[in-house]
Nanobody, 124 residues
Framework: QVQLVESGGRLVQAGGSLRLSCAASGRAFNHYGVGWFRQAPGKEREFVAAIRWSGESTYLTDSVKGRFTISRDNAKNTVYLQMNSLKLEDTAVYYC????WGLGRADQLKYDYWGQGTQVTVSS
């Protein structure tokens, strides 16, 4: 069993930066691939970024490449999403999710555990 708690979301101006954290409790977090997803008002939840359980591979959706990075610190049981050059369209609730032995994928159905989400609002 893994519990996930996201933090770091807030109101920020366009062009600014935020770092989201996904803190996990439970055993063997280093065995889990982690993904970040987001859901904007009136839209479906979509894939943003993911990191393999080993940490050796990361994946980003095209719209955030060059602006977002995902990383993990297994000693702290935490995965980070660094978001730079934020745009209005990045406004959403951001969720992290974990998959045992996960390769880091965009398919939401592969993930076993989800956090409650953190709100990111980008203003002009």
């Amino acid at each position: 069993q893994v519990q996930l708690v996201e933090s770091g979301g807030r109101l920020v101006q366009a062009g600014g930066s935020l770092r989201l954290s996904c803190a996990a409790s439970g055993r063997a977090f280093n065995h889990y691939g982690v993904g970040w997803f987001r859901q904007a008002p009136g839209k479906e939840r979509e894939f943003v970024a993911a990191i393999r359980w080993s940490g050796e591979s990361t994946y980003l959706t095209d719209s955030v490449k060059g602006r977002f990075t995902i990383s993990r610190d297994n000693a702290k049981n935490t995965v980070y999403l660094q978001m730079n050059s934020l745009k209005l369209e990045d406004t959403a609730v951001y969720y992290c999710a974990a998959e045992l032995w996960g390769l880091g994928r965009a398919d939401q159905l592969k993930y076993d555990y989800w956090g409650q989400g953190t709100q990111v609002t980008v203003s002009s």
